[in-house]
């Protein structure tokens, strides 16, 4: 069974940081781009940060550029997001992403995470 299993979430205040870690069991996702997508209450999930599959190209929200950093490591496996100067507005569920194709979209998602709650007070 493939899964994806994030850590790291929680609750920080603003201004703070936070490191999301994203593992995947059953299969390697070695040749996948990986992404993170956020929910908040009563949202749509939305579009984080994404990178390919050597870790060369990303791509990142207008809302969170700058300030969230998307990496990984295919040797041992983990995503990972970065997320420094945290808002109250980044409060949601995270959510790691396996894509085959590169892309932003919900659509291009092949495999999710169960998701982690990251709470911003302000």
């Known amino acids: 069974q493939v899964q994806l299993v994030e850590s790291g979430g929680g609750l920080v205040q603003a201004g703070g940081s936070l490191r999301l870690s994203c593992v995947a069991s059953g299969r390697t996702f070695s040749r996948h781009a990986m992404g993170w997508f956020r929910q908040a209450p009563e949202k749509e999930r939305e579009f984080v940060a994404v990178i390919n599959w050597s870790g060369g190209i990303t791509s990142y929200a207008d809302s969170v550029k700058g300030r969230f950093t998307i990496s990984r490591d295919n040797a041992n496996n983990p995503l990972y997001l970065q997320m420094n100067s945290l808002k109250p507005e980044d409060t949601a569920v995270y959510y790691c992403?396996?894509?085959?194709?590169?892309?932003?979209?919900?659509?291009?998602?092949?495999?999710w995470g169960q998701g982690t709650q990251v709470t911003v007070s302000s």
């Open positions: 992403a396996a894509m085959r194709v590169y892309g932003t979209s919900i659509d291009r998602v092949d495999y």
